[in-house]
């Protein structure tokens, strides 16, 4: 079974400007969560996908958006790029979701730098 | 306010001992708690889940106990070695809520 797919793996981008990250999750996985990693605050939850829904939301502001296909693949879209969102993005999917008990699956994320 | 805390600083584990990382949480009540670990520029592998009314719960050369009370859950890794090396991630989870990761705990295993 393939693995959780992220493109790109690497992306630079300018102050201002906005970006549009790409997760296909495992075959047969309803739920895409997404995350960003710095080294100062670690893993921070963005949002959740379950079935074309978002199910949760982090503390992000609005510039930070997502959405789901029917196919269960998921992008998430920042606008109005700013220095302090360089980050590992990252994101990951399970059959049924957070708060099941379900192991996630990550990707090996999109590396964005913001010069 | 919640709070998850993982040692900040980086453990040093000679080879061959046994290796233990903790989480402490507060202000949550998760009803799983899971671990995982994550290599440079990688995303984070699942190790192990335990749930709330567990106690402890093994794969192989890792340990997890989940102390409820405590507010506490400990990750033993047994006869260590260098490819242990990594940085593990606890992560909670409340029924039907999101999943809340831990800083992580660097570990380095010494030969």
């Known amino acids: 079974k393939a693995g959780v797919t992220q493109t790109p793996r690497y992306l630079i981008k300018t102050r201002g400007q906005q970006v549009t990250l790409s997760c296909s999750p495992i075959?047969?996985?309803?739920?895409v969560s997404w995350y960003q990693q710095t080294p100062g605050q670690g893993l921070q939850f963005l949002f959740e996908y379950f079935s074309e829904t978002q199910r949760n939301k982090g503390n992000f502001p609005g510039r930070f958006s997502g959405r789901q296909f029917s196919n269960s693949r998921s992008e998430m879209n920042v606008s109005t790029l700013e220095l302090g969102d360089s980050a590992l993005y990252l994101c990951a999917s399970s059959p049924l979701g957070a708060g099941t008990g379900q192991p996630q699956h990550f990707g090996d994320g999109t590396r964005l730098s913001i010069l | 306010s919640q709070k998850i805390e993982q040692n900040s600083e980086a453990l040093n584990i000679q080879e061959g001992k046994t290796a233990t990382l903790t989480c402490n949480y507060t202000?949550?009540?998760?009803?799983?708690l899971q671990w995982y670990r994550q290599d440079p520029g990688r995303g984070p592998v699942f190790l192990l889940l335990?749930?709330?009314?567990?106690k402890e719960k093994r794969k192989e050369r890792l340990k997890v106990t989940f102390d409820t009370t405590l507010k506490q859950s400990l990750f033993h890794i047994t006869a260590s070695q260098p490819a242990d090396s990594a940085t593990y991630l606890c992560a909670l989870e409340e029924r039907d809520d999101k999943i809340i990761f831990g800083k992580g705990t660097r570990l380095h295993i010494l030969p």
């Open positions: 335990i749930r709330e009314n567990e």
């Open positions: 202000n949550y009540s998760p009803a799983y």
């Open positions: 075959s047969g996985h309803r739920s």
